[in-house]
């Protein structure tokens, strides 16, 4: 692997030494409890017309409160700096500046303590073998573990034409999502989903970017065969069933390219990609086709970079206020992880730097950014945003609180052990590898 010289120095100025210290304070908080309320102390008052709380509910209650209040304690001993990286979704490449990644080494843990980023995403090129992947992800994981909060591992694994596994490794071959909209079989996508996710489960990847909800409206979209159907119910039913197939391996699902690109023509991964439709005919199409995906109870939803005409906003979806929080939040009552796509694709590096595209994605009300260009870029300029008072940092904690919310109940934010503060091994007089940019990295089938 390729590296190039950069002072340490550059590193350690995005706040390594924060990035520990906070790390430790999330021990203590995880074994912090909720305090109990005068009130629930006191002698209950009977009342003959109140409905008797089953057991069971009182205690799902109770230890909801306490995920809530573990929670928040984590968020408050963050830094911001912690909080923003959390908020990134990128490759190794773009953590290391090496040409291509397939193992894990101390280089890279230097730069993951620099920038503790919330997850992931591998491709071909990280893929050589089963041994080699295996290791790969343990490696990762056992890095990112210690910190107590672990990554989500994601991977592009559709099925069809968009699996990088099952392409490198030669495993069996899961068939493309319109054969299961031609089935129409509940138990056919099901079984897709779960084979898909037994797979990713096996390798330690805990996200697919998968299942594809959008519809088959204009043959000419980019999506060919990777669409379900024609029929937004097919498309709703059909992405449910992959979603339960996949959730019952323990691997999140992401639910792609919220408003729709299937009435389109173009291709996101070159440039802009504008899409005519109605608010009514989105209601009546895409809308439904999401929402059976949602109601599946998909963990994270990407937003496309297609600009849609019924936002009456001439921006891409993922930068848009009224396509993320007024759409997908507020009208198809959508409470995960909203992700944009690749932030290194066409449609915002041709216009946009990895800073401004960043600032946007997030004032539109997005909790993740996937893939930014530069990393560097992305991330101090969403620290200057809240500090200057353009984001407030109520709005980073909504987000760090979904994350942090889904990463507890998938048992991958733990309690570190006992931390000593890393930056102490290194002086900002030694000299490591560039962080440059990637000679090769592949952009995001998403």
């Not at 990463?407 to 560039?434: D, F, H, R």
Request: glycine share 8%.
């Amino acid at each position: 692997m390729k590296k190039l010289l950069l002072p340490l120095s550059l590193i350690l100025a995005l706040s390594l030494s924060s990035c520990v210290k906070s790390a430790a304070d999330v021990s203590e908080s995880e074994n912090s409890q909720p305090q109990t309320d005068a009130a629930e102390s006191a002698e209950p008052i009977e009342d003959a017309n109140a409905e008797e709380i089953p057991p069971e509910e009182e205690n799902n209650s109770e230890n909801d409160n306490s995920s809530s209040a573990d929670i928040d304690s984590i968020i408050s001993s963050m830094s911001l700096h912690e909080k923003i990286c959390q908020m990134i979704i990128t490759t190794p490449e773009t953590l290391t500046g090496y040409g291509v990644q397939t193992e894990w080494d101390d280089f890279t843990t230097v730069c993951y303590e620099a920038f503790p980023v919330g997850g992931l995403i591998l491709f071909d090129p990280n893929i050589e073998s089963s041994s080699q992947l295996s290791k790969f992800v343990s490696d990762l994981h056992s890095m990112t573990d210690a910190t107590g909060i672990d990554v989500f591992m994601g991977v592009d694994e559709e099925g069809g034409e968009i699996a990088r596994l099952q392409q490198k490794l030669g495993t069996d071959p899961v068939s493309p999502m319109s054969y299961y909209g031609d089935t129409n079989s509940y138990d056919e996508a099901y079984a897709a989903g779960q084979a898909i996710g037994n797979e990713l489960a096996e390798y330690g990847f805990n996200l697919d970017f998968a299942p594809v909800a959008d519809v088959n409206i204009n043959p000419a979209n980019e999506l060919g065969s990777r669409i379900f159907s024609s029929d937004p119910q097919i498309v709703a039913d059909m992405s449910a069933a992959v979603i339960d197939g996949l959730h019952s391996c323990g691997v999140c699902t992401t639910l792609k390219h919220f408003p729709g690109l299937g009435a389109g023509d173009g291709n996101t991964h070159d440039g802009t990609v504008y899409i005519e439709r109605s608010l009514e005919e989105l209601e009546e199409t895409e809308f439904k086709a999401f929402k059976g995906g949602i109601d599946a109870g998909t963990d994270f939803v990407m937003v496309g970079h297609q600009t849609t005409s019924a936002s009456g906003e001439n921006l891409q979806g993922d930068l848009s206020h009224v396509v993320v929080t007024d759409w997908l939040r507020d009208k198809l009552g959508y409470d995960g992880i909203i992700i944009t796509d690749s932030h290194s694709m066409g449609a915002v590096i041709n216009s946009l730097s990895s800073g401004d595209s960043a600032i946007m994605a997030v004032q539109a009300g997005v909790d993740m950014i996937l893939m930014p260009y530069d990393i560097v870029d992305a991330v101090t300029s969403l620290e200057k945003a809240v500090e200057s008072g353009e984001i407030s940092e109520d709005r980073i904690n909504d987000s760090i609180r979904r994350i942090l919310t889904k990463k507890k109940s998938m048992s991958i934010l733990s309690q570190p052990e006992s931390q000593t503060e890393k930056s102490e091994e290194v002086t900002e007089s030694e000299e490591i590898e560039e962080v440059t940019e990637p000679e090769s990295e592949e952009t995001a089938e998403s």
